[in-house]
């Protein structure tokens, strides 16, 4: 069973940067698709960003040009490079596998002042 454990999230004025951190473990955790999901106050949970184990990307388009995912396999932890944040960005953020693993860690808390 894969288990994650993010960090990072705080609080950042608008335009600044953050760098969420996901520990993965349990079985084949490294060969599978991973992600980043968020979910703001009030709506459901998305994707924001994948990774397979291949290292190739994809993002949603409110994200694009701006996060950046990576992974590093043999520490099996994901990365969430997060620039030029703004206050749409204010969520919790979750990582997981694509598709998810139908559980959740407990994401990690990123608030965006304006």
């Known amino acids: 069973q894969v288990q994650v454990v993010e960090s990072g999230g705080r609080l950042v004025q608008a335009g600044g940067s953050l760098r969420l951190s996901c520990a993965a473990s349990?079985?084949?955790?490294?060969?599978?698709?991973m992600a980043w999901y968020r979910q703001a106050p009030g709506k459901q949970r998305e994707l924001v960003a994948a990774i397979s184990n291949s290292g190739v990307t994809n993002y949603a388009d409110a994200v694009k040009g701006r996060f950046i995912i990576s992974r590093v396999n043999a520490r099996n932890t994901l990365y969430l490079q997060m620039n030029s944040l703004t206050p749409e960005d204010t969520a919790d953020y979750y990582c997981?596998?694509?598709?998810?693993?139908?559980?959740w860690g407990r994401g990690t808390q990123v608030t965006v002042s304006s």
């Open positions: 349990g079985r084949t955790s490294s060969s599978r698709t």
């Open positions: 997981n596998t694509q598709p998810n693993l139908g559980y």
